[in-house]
């Protein structure tokens, strides 16, 4: 299952430069699973042509209220049935004002009065247009009617001014999108007590030096801010990470792995759920020198011991919470993760593969294989690269689905 699944989207583009964009969004939404049906305005056809958003999107675009042919295929009324959202990007000025009057002079301003879909729009302007007074009411009202406004973001703007105005990133309107449809499950965890392991661990040498890895604790705290805005309580048991802690939830701060495993055993007990994302040293020093070793000798050597093994220890609890394991692979990533999956006796886990550039390991996205073990049966879903945000959503839902 992805997040968008069967998901009707109107895609309306209007005409500014950032229409350039759109079909960049088209092939992300549709990544997640996303049906698009792209609504250009006259404008927007000054930017980019209907023929690659055809294209991209795999369907006829529309881009007349008064074509005799597109009435014939999907006519503007079945058109606003059909829509679960409707998302302007970019949204002029001009057509933020159209749409706050209730014009229906064109085929996006009709479909925004026909529909009983929300609305979300990405405004993209100038920056003195965006803070001009007529806007800014028009944007008031469009608030007060549940309309969702995404953006503007700040930078420079195609006029060469600095300000608000730009419409947001494909990644931001991608994950706003995601997060906007799973909405649907924030009911649905309250009253569940998530927890997660995140980050690396630090094994001791000596008093100043410490094996490690290079886990940035992005993915674990993402995992755990989708969850919380889902409605669990949500207890992060960390090893030690640059990046801030997501709001509203709890934060055990460890070391070690033998910390780690402590406070995983003590806490899983009132768990719903518990979702191993730290890289955990496999092996830690069997003599913690009390003192900083000296360079003495031109060789050293340090005795190893295995450490436990968290996750596996929890899925072997008598009235153990469902159970989620990860498994950063750099080859033959399904087999390792499967056979993952049975020896440490998870309900399910999350593979990646660390060998791809721009994903996973202190990386900002990554994308999942996922298998579910369920009565014995192991379905397999992909999650597609995405931030780790976004990634980090879906998995949540996927697995409030198989709770
Ligand atoms: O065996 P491997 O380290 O590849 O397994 C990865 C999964 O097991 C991750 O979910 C990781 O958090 C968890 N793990 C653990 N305790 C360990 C080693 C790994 O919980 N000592």
């Known amino acids: 299952m992805q997040i968008l699944q069967d998901k009707n989207i109107v895609l309306g583009i209007t005409g500014g430069i950032a229409a350039y964009k759109?079909?960049?969004?088209?092939?992300?939404?549709?990544?997640?699973?996303?049906?698009?049906?792209?609504v250009m305005t006259q404008g927007a056809k000054a930017f980019i042509t209907p023929l690659t958003l055809q294209a991209v999107s795999g369907n006829a675009v529309a881009d007349s209220l008064l074509d005799?042919?597109?009435?014939?295929?999907?006519?503007?009324?079945?058109?606003?049935?059909?829509?679960?959202?409707?998302?302007?990007?970019?949204?002029?000025?001009d057509v933020i004002a159209k749409i706050s009057c209730g014009l229906a002079n064109d085929l996006l301003s009709t479909l925004c009065l026909?529909?009983?879909?929300?609305?979300?729009?990405?405004?993209?302007?100038?920056q003195q247009m965006w803070h001009a007074a007529p806007t800014q009411d028009n944007i008031k009202?469009?608030?007060?009617?549940?309309v969702a406004i995404w953006g503007p973001g700040a930078g420079e703007q195609a006029c060469g001014d600095i300000g608000l105005g730009r419409m947001l990133d494909v990644d931001d309107l991608v994950e706003l999108t995601c997060n906007f449809f799973s909405t649907t499950l924030k009911q649905s965890l309250k009253g569940q007590h998530?927890?997660?392991?995140?980050?690396?661990?630090?094994?001791?040498?000596?008093?100043?030096?410490?094996?490690?890895?290079?886990?940035?604790?992005?993915?674990?705290y993402a995992?755990?801010?989708?969850?919380?805005?889902?409605?669990?309580?949500?207890?992060i048991i960390s090893g030690p990470v640059t990046i801030e802690a997501p709001s509203n939830c709890?934060?055990?701060?460890?070391?070690?792995?033998?910390?780690?495993?402590?406070?995983?055993?003590?806490?899983?007990?009132?768990?719903?759920?518990?979702?191993?994302?730290?890289?955990?040293?496999?092996?830690?020093?069997?003599?913690?020198?009390?003192?900083?070793?000296?360079?003495?000798?031109?060789?050293?050597?340090?005795?190893?011991?295995?450490?436990?093994?968290?996750?596996?220890?929890?899925?072997?609890?008598?009235?153990?919470p469902f159970t989620v394991g990860f498994a950063a692979e750099t080859q033959d990533m399904s087999q390792y993760a499967l056979g993952k999956l049975q020896k440490k006796n998870l309900d399910m886990i999350a593979a990646n593969d660390v060998a791809k550039t721009g994903q996973g390991f202190n990386s900002d996205n990554n994308a999942l294989t996922?298998?579910?073990?369920?009565?014995?049966?192991?379905?397999?879903?992909?999650?597609?690269?995405?931030?780790?945000q976004v990634v980090a959503n879906q998995l949540v839902t996927i697995i409030a689905d198989n709770l």
């Open 250 to 320: 709890t934060i055990i701060k460890v070391n070690s792995a033998l910390e780690m495993h402590q406070q995983s055993l003590e806490q899983a007990a009132s768990a719903d759920v518990f979702i191993a994302c730290a890289a955990v040293a496999d092996y830690r020093v069997a003599d913690i020198s009390k003192q900083k070793i000296k360079k003495s000798s031109d060789t050293l050597q340090l005795n190893l011991i295995k450490n436990p093994d968290i996750v596996a220890d929890i899925a072997a609890m008598t009235n153990k």
């Open 68 to 93: 005799t042919q597109a009435e014939l295929a999907m006519g503007h009324i079945e058109l606003a049935k059909w829509a679960d959202l409707i998302l302007i990007a970019p949204t002029t000025a």
């Open 194 to 220: 998530w927890i997660l392991t995140a980050g690396p661990t630090r094994e001791a040498i000596d008093p100043v030096r410490y094996i490690s890895n290079h886990s940035s604790g992005k993915m674990g």
């Open 370 to 388: 996922i298998f579910n073990q369920r009565d014995g049966q192991v379905s397999k879903i992909e999650i597609p690269l995405a931030s780790k």
């Open 114 to 126: 026909a529909t009983a879909a929300p609305i979300a729009i990405a405004p993209a302007m100038n």
């Open 223 to 235: 995992i755990a801010k989708a969850a919380q805005s889902a409605g669990a309580k949500v207890t």
């Open 141 to 146: 009202t469009l608030t007060r009617r549940g």
């Open 22 to 38: 759109t079909p960049e969004l088209v092939r992300r939404l549709k990544d997640h699973g996303a049906n698009i049906r792209v």
